[in-house]
């Protein structure tokens, strides 16, 4: 495995710009994810270190090699794609054994390789059918597994988990957190879904409109964005976001204050998991119910300020109430998190990174 090193990578495709001077390292055995909405660059990113795009500007090093300009077939990757890209006429074996015939590689060897990566992903009862006798996630696995027989330098992986529902979803995040871990393999990762972000990383990329707007580790970003388009797109629900003004340092929201803020501020945010409700008459804000969700462990209430904004409280699953209903709500000044005109973070509540 190796080291995967972009300094100053610009990507233009004509006059429109889709990288900005991307400089970024992702150590030797590392889970990077590049997490960001649909445009941000993430996927140009990861093809770019592919070799599937041809940079601009920049350069890349995989390893101790600069691979800037060497063809996709030279920088010992393998990619892993969304639509799985299986062979619908071969066999599970032969798909994986495919590449490696191609480039030559000795039977016994391709023999080991297939079985050890069947052994792996648990497709050795599988390796005899075709891909339309397979589920979609023992045909993702199949992909991942054509991935591992060639044992690269680094794995790429483009938001391979999107095409399944919701359990397969689950599960195959923990099959790739076991594999990464069994494997001890570099690994980055596209996904526009901050949960596979958050479960999945040891270190996350959040792009925006082709900009590094921050790498850490999920609780690093959780609990101390340096933005607020971080603070908005790490955490489900969404952190809220409340218009304030300053009073004698004090933040205050529809006249009430509720605690200290640097100077500057001009929006507090605070996440709905760490939102206190209150009975009606009680906590710092009023507010009215407009739509309950129950989830089961949780439950979503979606509130209404008597000034008119809007927040969003995690509460227990039990919780049941309805449209109209007056609660109280308590915001913790240790869990606000302040943000300037330019969006850019002055204070973060939460726990040390």
């Known amino acids: 495995?190796?080291?995967v090193r972009l300094t100053g990578v610009n990507k233009f495709y004509g006059a429109a710009q889709a990288l900005y001077a991307v400089s970024l390292t992702i150590a030797d055995g590392e889970f990077a994810v590049f997490v960001g909405p649909s445009g941000c660059g993430k996927s140009t990113l990861l093809r770019s270190i592919a070799g599937l795009e041809e940079i601009s500007d920049g350069t890349i090093h995989i390893g101790d090699r600069d691979v800037t300009r060497a063809a996709p077939s030279e920088r010992d990757?393998?990619?892993v794609f969304q639509s799985y890209a299986l062979y619908p006429h071969m066999t599970v074996r032969e798909n994986m054994d495919f590449g490696m015939k191609v480039n030559n590689f000795p039977k016994a060897d391709r023999k080991h390789r297939i079985t050890e990566a069947a052994r792996i992903l648990q497709l050795e009862p599988y390796l005899d059918r075709k891909p339309s006798q397979l589920s979609g996630g023992q045909r993702q696995r199949?992909?991942?597994?054509?991935a591992i027989v060639k044992?690269?330098?680094?794995?790429?992986?483009?938001e391979p988990l999107s095409n399944l529902d919701a359990k397969?979803?689950?599960?195959?995040?923990?099959?790739?957190?076991?594999?990464?871990?069994?494997?001890?393999a570099t690994m980055v990762y596209v996904t526009h879904d901050q949960v596979e972000a958050m479960t999945m990383a040891d270190k996350i990329v959040v792009l925006n409109?082709?900009?590094?707007?921050?790498?850490?580790?999920?609780?690093?970003?959780y609990n101390h964005p340096m933005t607020e388009f971080?603070?908005?797109?790490?955490?489900a629900p969404a952190m809220n976001f409340l218009a304030v003004e300053l009073e004698g340092g004090q933040a205050m929201v529809e006249g009430v204050a509720l605690g200290a803020a640097p100077t500057g501020a001009v929006k507090l945010g605070i996440r709905p998991e760490h939102v206190a409700l209150r009975p009606a008459?009680?906590?710092?804000?009023?507010?009215?119910?407009?739509?309950c969700e129950t989830l089961g462990g949780d439950a979503y209430l979606y509130l209404r300020l008597q000034g008119g904004q809007t927040l969003v409280v995690r509460a227990e699953g039990d919780t049941t109430l309805d449209h109209g209903a007056v609660v109280g709500l308590d915001l913790p000044p240790p869990r606000q998190h302040h943000f300037g005109a330019d969006g850019r973070t002055l204070a973060s509540g939460g726990v040390p990174a």
Not at 142 to 146: L, Y
Not at 168 to 184: N, S
Not at 230 to 235: K, L, P, T
Request: charged share 25%; aromatic share 4%.
């Open 142 to 146: 199949v992909a991942i597994g054509r």
């Open 230 to 235: 971080v603070a908005g797109f790490i955490g």
């Open 1 to 3: 495995m190796a080291e």
């Open 168 to 184: 397969l979803r689950v599960q195959m995040r923990i099959e790739l957190e076991a594999l990464h871990r069994d494997l001890k």
């Open 151 to 158: 044992e690269p330098k680094a794995f790429l992986f483009d």
């Open 209 to 221: 409109a082709g900009r590094i707007e921050q790498v850490g580790t999920p609780m690093q970003l």
């Open 77 to 79: 990757v393998a990619m």
């Open 281 to 291: 008459g009680e906590g710092q804000l009023p507010a009215t119910v407009s739509i």
